[in-house]
C-alpha cells in the first residue's frame, strides 16, 4: 500500500508540476537555511565540551562597581589570587591553575646550530594543575614535567611544524623571546577548535615573571585561572567565604570596589561581559535570534505548502469521493495524503542538503569557524534533518489531509466541493501571517543596514585611513635603536607621517588608571592613558582645542587629555586646565593640551576620559600613514627597513581602517544574515503567492469569463482578483509594525550611538512587500483575465 | 469497436441466474417511507417522499424521471452517500439508515460497487491500478488481486489497456474500466447513475448489453438511474419517479 500510495503521490507531483515546483521551491530553500543554521548553532554549542567533570570546573573572574553605577568586568584576575585561593578555598577546590597568556618569539635551530624556524606565536604558561583540571590527551610525557621550568609541552600540531615529527619533539629545544631555552617534556594531541582556551605551546608557570606577582590592584585579562569544585560541593557556598576573601586582600582603596565571580565553562563562550582567550564569544541571544529566523522560515515555507494544498483539494476532491465509494477508509486517505507531503518534504531535504552543501563555505567565511555538514561525524545532524522532515510534513501536511480526506463523498463525486471548502479564511489568515514575518524581517534589515551605514560613516574624530599599523619589538635593545629607525621611515617617498605610540587612538587595547587633579584626592573613575610621540596628533589627524601638541623630549613629561576627561572632571573651559598638574602612579606632570573627543573603542562604548603622556613610554606600534596610491609599494620597504633594524625579531603589520571594521564584525554578520534570510523569506512568500493567485485565477476562470460577457474590462477583472491579495498583504504590514518596532529598538538599544527609528523603513517595507505583491499578483491575474472567454464557458 | 464479443466466463454459483422469477429471490434492500428534504430560512423543499419499495436480490431496476424529480438523491440513499431525513433503510435486513464510516465503508468493500456517468477513474492511476485499488482497500492478497483482475481484463478485453491512463482511453473504454472495477470486489449489487450518459449510442448500447450479462449469468443487482427509456428496457424493473415520488413501478416484459 505505501509503496502504491508513494506511485500515486509521484504521479500526483509529476501532474501538478508548476505547484510542486514552487512547493519545492520554498521548502529546499527553506530547509536549507534551517540545516545551515542548525550546524552553525550546534558548532557553537558545542564550545568547552567533554571534558570529566565539566561541570565543576569554573573561572574566576573580576568585576568592579563604580560609585557611578558603572560595572566593569574582566576575564583575568590579579595574579595573587590563584596561591591566596588555593590556600583559603582548599575545604572547597579540588584544584586551582593560574594559566598566562603570552606571545613572544619561537627559535628553533636545527642539529647543526643553524637558525631552523623563527616566528611569533601565542604561548601560555600553565600550573600542571591546570591539566588536572582539564583531562587532555596526552601523546607523550606528562604533565608534571610542567613542574620543571625550563620544560615545555607542546600540541601535535606545534611538534609536528617544529621538529617534523611529534614523535620526534621530546627532548629537543626551543628558545622563546631570545631570553631562555626550554626543553619538551610533553605532547598533547591537538585541542579541537571548539574550545575557547587553545594550548598550542605550554610553558612552565614557575618560568612566568612579572612585576605585578603579589599585586592585588592590576588584574590583565591574560592571566587567567580556572579551578575544579570537590564533589558534591555546591557552588553557593562559596559565596561566604568570597566576600571574607575580598574583605582580606584587597585592603587598598581603590575607585571601583573589586569582586569576583566564579563563571561555570559552559558559560566561557557564550558571556559577553568577559572575554576568553581564543576571543571568540557568541553571546546566546544572538543564536536564539537565529533559531527564531530558523523556524520562521520554515514556517513561511510550511505555509506556501498548506495553502497550495488546500487550494489544489477542490481538484482531488473527486478521487477522494470515488476512493471513499471504493472501500476506503479516511485515515487511509489520510496516509495517502501525509505520503504525498512526506515526498515533497523528502526530495525538498535532498534539494535543501545539496543547497547547504554550496552556501556551507560562504557560511564559512561569513563566521570565519570550521563549521561541517558531515552527518558522519555529527550524527545529530542526521537526526535534526529527519526531525526537521516529520515537523515539516506534519506542519504542512496534516491540515490539508484532514480537509482532503474529509470530503463527503456524495458532493465529492458530484463535483460539488466549492473552492471555499479547506477555509479560504484560513488560507487568507496564513498569508497575513506569512507576510507579518517577511514585513518583519524587511524592516530589521533595512533598519539593520541604515545602522551599519551610521556607524561606517560616524565621524571618528581621527583619520583612521590608509594608517599602517607595524609593531616594535620592546626589549632594552631594540628601544636604542626605534630614533634611527623613526627618521628612515620618515624618509620613504610614500610616507606622510610616522608616529611611535602604545595604542591607536582608537583600539581593544586599553588600560586604565586612577589620578588625582590639580592636587586634590584620586578622582573616582579610570583614565583610559595612551603613550604617544610628538607625531601623534599629526598623523591620526587629531584637533586640538586648547593648549598646545607634546614636545619632543626624554626628560620631561607631559598630558594631553580630552573633553570628556574635562567634562568628568567639571570643567567647562579647556583653557583653564592647561597648566594644572596630574598625579598618576607617582608621577607629576602638567596638562599642556587638550584634544577634541575622538571615538576611542566601538560606537557601542561612549569616549572615555583620555590621556596622552609623553615620558617613559612603551611604543608597542609604529603608526605609519601612507599616500594611500603607493600604500602596497611603500609597505614593502617598509618591511624591508624593519628587518634590517630588527633582525632578531618578526614583522607583523596591520591596517587601522580593517581592525575598526572588526569592531562591528558580529553587526556585519547580523546585517548579512539578516540580508541573505530577509531576501529568501521574501523569495519563499511571493513565490507562495504567486502558486496561490495561479489558483485562485484558475478557479475563477468561469466568474471571469461570465463578468467579460457582461462586459467587464480587463483592467477591471485584473483589479478584481488582485483585490483581496493586496489586502492581505496591507493587513500583514499592519501586523508587522508593532512587531518590527519592538524587535529593532531593542536591538539599537545596544549601540551607544544610533539612528532614531524613523517612519521611513517601515513605508518602505510596506512599499516593497506591496509593489511585489502587484506585480506578482497581476502578471497571473492579467493571463487569467485575457483568456479566451469561449473555452471557459463550454465547459460542463 | 463496433461488434466487440462480451463473453462472461465465471459465474456465482451462490447465486440463482434467474430474473424471471423474483418472488422467489431474497429480499435485499427494503425502503420504508423514505423523506428527504432541505430546509431553507424555514421552508422545506422535498426531495423525496414517502418512498417505500423493495429490491430483491438479482434484480435489475432502472430508475427513471425528469430532471429534478429525485432520482440520483434515492441512489444516493441506496448507496449511503446520503442520509434520508425521515424511514427506514434495511440492507439484507439490517438497517443501515445511519451507520458509522467504518461499517458503511465495510458495506462498500464487500456488497456495493459504483458506477458513474463520468467514469471517475483516478487519472494517477493506470487501468491495471484503478481495478486493483477496491481489493487493496478490501485487503485481498496479492495473488488473488492478480488473477481477478487479469480475469477482469480479459473478460473486457482490455488486457492491451492495462497500463494506459485513463485519458488515453475513449469514453466507452473508460466507463469499461469503470464497471470492472466495481466488479473487482464482487459486490452484490451495483448503482450505476447515468452509466451511459456521456457516451455515443453504439458504446452505450456495449455498456447496457454488459449490464444485462452481468444480471442474468452472474446473477448481479442492479440499480441504474436513466433518462433513456430505451436503456431502462435492458432491466427487468422500472421506478418511474416524478417530483419525489414514486409514480410506478412496472416490471419490464
Known amino acids: 500500500m505505501f509503496k502504491l500510495n508513494l506511485k500515486i503521490a509521484w504521479r ?133 614535567s610542567l613542574a620543571n621550568p625550563s620544560h615545555v609541552v607542546l600540541s601535535k600540531e606545534m611538534a609536528t611544524r617544529f621538529f617534523g615529527d611529534w614523535k620526534n619533539a621530546l627532548g629537543k629545544s626551543l628558545n622563546f623571546d631570545g631570553k631562555m631555552n626550554y626543553t619538551v617534556s610533553g605532547v598533547i594531541d591537538d585541542i579541537a577548535e571548539n574550545n575557547s582556551v587553545q594550548l598550542k605551546i605550554m610553558l612552565p608557570y614557575k618560568a612566568f615573571k612579572d612585576r605585578n606577582m603579589a599585586n592585588w590592584g592590576s588584574v590583565g585579562s591574560n592571566s587567567e585561572s580556572y579551578f575544579k569544585l570537590k564533589p558534591n560541593v555546591n557552588i553557593e557556598t562559596l559565596n561566604g567565604p568570597l566576600k571574607a576573601f575580598i574583605k582580606k586582600y584587597y585592603v587598598e582603596d581603590a575607585p571601583g570596589k573589586e569582586g569576583h565571580l566564579f563563571q561555570p565553562l559552559s558559560d566561557i563562550h557564550y558571556n559577553g561581559k568577559f572575554g576568553n582567550f581564543s576571543g571568540r564569544i557568541m553571546p546566546k541571544k544572538q543564536l536564539y535570534g537565529l533559531a527564531v529566523i530558523g523556524f520562521f522560515l520554515m514556517i513561511t515555507a510550511s505555509i506556501n505548502f498548506i495553502n497550495l494544498a488546500t487550494a489544489q483539494a477542490v481538484s482531488r476532491s473527486k478521487e477522494v469521493g470515488v476512493r471513499k465509494v471504493m472501500g476506503g477508509l479516511r485515515s487511509q486517505l489520510l496516509v495517502q495524503f501525509l505520503t504525498e507531503t512526506l515526498t515533497i518534504v523528502f526530495i525538498s531535504l535532498l534539494i535543501g542538503s545539496i543547497l547547504t552543501e554550496i552556501a556551507l563555505p560562504g557560511m564559512q567565511n561569513l563566521f570565519n569557524s570550521k563549521i561541517s555538514f558531515s552527518i558522519f561525524q555529527h550524527p545529530i545532524i542526521l537526526v535534526f534533518m529527519l526531525l526537521l522532515v516529520v515537523f515539516v510534513s506534519l506542519l504542512a501536511g496534516f491540515y490539508p489531509a484532514i480537509i482532503m480526506s474529509g470530503f463527503n463523498p456524495a458532493l465529492a463525486i458530484k463535483n460539488k466541493i466549492s473552492a471555499n471548502t479547506g477555509g479560504l479564511g484560513l488560507r487568507k489568515i496564513l498569508v497575513v501571517v506569512q507576510f507579518a514575518i517577511t514585513v518583519t524581517l524587511i524592516i530589521g534589515t533595512l533598519v539593520i543596514l541604515q545602522q551599519m551605514k551610521y556607524v561606517r560613516e560616524q565621524p571618528l574624530g581621527f583619520n583612521p585611513s590608509a594608517i599602517a599599523m607595524v609593531d616594535l619589538p620592546n626589549d632594552s635593545l631594540t628601544t636604542q635603536r626605534f630614533a634611527t629607525f623613526k627618521t628612515q621611515l620618515k624618509q620613504i617617498p610614500g610616507v606622510e607621517g610616522v608616529s611611535f605610540c602604545r595604542t591607536a587612538p582608537s583600539s581593544q587595547n586599553n588600560n586604565g588608571n586612577s589620578f588625582s587633579y590639580n592636587g586634590g584626592k584620586d578622582v573616582d573613575f579610570q583614565v583610559n592613558t595612551k603613550n604617544a610621540d610628538e607625531d601623534y596628533l599629526k598623523t591620526f589627524d587629531l584637533k586640538l582645542v586648547a593648549g598646545r601638541n607634546l614636545v619632543k623630549s626624554d626628560t620631561t613629561n607631559e598630558y594631553m587629555v580630552n573633553e570628556t576627561l ?184 545596544g549601540f551607544a550611538y544610533r539612528i532614531n527609528i524613523s517612519i521611513w523603513p517601515f513605508i518602505l517595507a510596506m512599499a516593497i512587500s506591496m509593489i511585489i505583491t502587484l506585480v506578482t499578483v497581476s502578471i497571473r491575474s492579467y493571463k487569467a483575465a485575457k483568456a479566451n472567454t469561449v473555452d471557459a464557458l463550454k465547459y460542463e | 469497436m463496433v461488434g466487440r464479443q462480451i463473453v462472461l466466463r465465471f459465474k456465482r454459483p451462490n447465486l440463482q441466474p434467474s430474473a424471471f422469477l423474483p418472488s422467489t429471490l431474497k429480499k435485499m434492500i427494503e425502503l420504508k417511507n423514505i423523506e428527504k428534504y432541505y430546509a431553507n430560512k424555514g421552508i422545506k423543499h422535498y426531495v423525496l417522499r414517502h418512498v417505500t419499495t423493495t429490491i430483491k436480490q438479482g434484480e435489475f431496476v432502472s430508475i427513471m424521471g425528469p430532471s429534478g424529480a429525485g432520482k440520483s438523491t434515492l441512489l444516493n440513499i441506496l448507496g449511503m452517500l446520503e442520509e434520508p431525513t425521515y424511514g427506514t433503510y434495511e440492507f439484507f435486513g439490517e438497517d443501515v439508515t445511519t451507520l458509522n464510516e467504518r461499517k458503511r465503508i465495510e458495506l462498500y468493500r464487500n456488497h456495493i460497487g459504483f458506477v458513474f456517468q463520468a467514469y471517475h477513474l483516478i487519472d494517477e492511476m493506470t487501468v491495471y491500478e484503478n481495478i486493483e485499488a477496491p481489493l487493496l482497500y478490501k485487503k485481498v492478497g496479492s495473488s488473488e488481486r492478480a488473477s481477478r483482475i487479469a480475469n477482469l481484463l480479459d473478460r473486457f478485453n482490455i488486457v492491451a489497456k492495462k497500463d494506459l491512463f485513463p485519458n488515453q482511453l475513449s469514453g466507452g473504454q473508460q466507463q469499461l474500466v469503470g464497471i470492472a472495477r466495481a466488479l473487482a470486489a464482487q459486490p452484490s449489487v451495483i448503482l450505476a447513475d447515468e452509466p451511459t450518459g456521456n457516451l455515443q449510442s453504439t458504446q452505450a448500447e456495449e455498456i447496457m448489453q454488459l449490464f444485462k450479462k452481468l444480471n442474468q449469468e452472474d446473477g448481479i443487482t442492479i440499480i441504474q438511474v436513466t433518462h433513456s427509456e430505451k436503456n431502462a428496457e435492458y432491466g427487468n424493473r422500472i421506478l418511474h419517479i416524478a417530483d419525489g415520488v414514486v409514480k410506478e413501478d412496472v416490471l419490464v416484459r
Open chain 1, 566 to 749: 574635562l567634562r568628568k572632571l567639571n570643567i567647562r573651559n579647556p583653557n583653564e586646565a592647561i597648566g594644572k598638574m596630574i598625579s598618576m602612579g607617582g608621577m607629576k606632570a602638567p596638562i599642556v593640551g587638550v584634544i577634541q573627543d575622538f571615538k576611542n573603542k566601538s560606537l557601542h562604548e561612549a569616549i572615555d576620559p583620555i590621556l596622552i603622556g609623553s615620558l617613559k613610554p612603551r611604543f608597542f606600534y609604529a603608526a605609519i600613514k601612507l599616500n594611500s596610491k603607493q600604500l602596497l609599494g611603500t609597505m614593502k620597504t617598509v618591511k624591508k627597513i624593519w628587518e634590517v633594524t630588527f633582525p632578531e625579531s618578526v614583522y607583523n603589520e596591520s591596517f587601522l581602517d580593517d581592525e575598526i571594521n572588526n569592531y562591528y564584525q558580529g553587526e556585519k554578520i547580523m546585517g548579512t544574515l539578516f540580508k541573505v534570510f530577509a531576501i529568501v523569506i521574501i523569495f519563499i512568500s511571493f513565490i507562495g503567492l504567486f502558486g496561490l493567485i495561479s489558483f485562485v485565477a484558475t478557479q475563477r476562470t468561469k466568474e471571469v469569463a461570465i463578468r467579460k460577457v457582461l462586459g467587464a474590462s480587463t483592467i477591471e477583472l485584473v483589479k478584481m482578483l488582485n483585490g483581496s491579495f493586496l489586502l492581505m498583504v496591507f493587513i500583514a504590514n499592519l501586523v508587522a509594525w508593532p512587531l518590527a518596532y519592538l524587535f529593532v529598538s531593542k536591538w539599537l538599544e
Open chain 1, 12 to 144: 500526483n507531483l509529476w501532474k501538478n508540476k508548476g505547484y510542486t515546483f514552487i512547493n519545492i521551491l520554498g521548502l529546499s530553500i527553506g530547509m536549507a537555511s534551517c540545516i545551515l543554521i542548525f550546524i552553525f548553532i550546534r558548532y557553537q554549542m558545542s564550545f568547552d565540551e567533554g571534558f570529566k567533570n565539566e561541570d565543576r570546573i569554573y573561572r574566576v573572574v573580576s568585576s568592579w562597581d563604580y560609585n557611578d553605577g558603572n560595572q566593569f568586568f574582566s576575564q583575568g584576575v590579579p595574579l595573587p589570587l590563584t596561591p591566596a585561593m588555593r590556600n583559603d578555598f582548599s575545604p572547597y577546590i579540588e584544584k586551582i591553575a593560574a594559566i598566562q597568556n603570552d606571545a613572544g618569539l619561537i627559535k628553533i635551530n636545527d642539529a647543526a646550530g643553524k637558525e631552523k624556524i623563527k616566528t611569533i606565536e601565542n604561548v601560555f604558561y600553565v600550573e600542571p594543575d591546570f591539566f588536572e583540571i582539564f583531562d587532555y590527551n596526552w601523546l607523550s610525557g606528562n604533565y608534571s
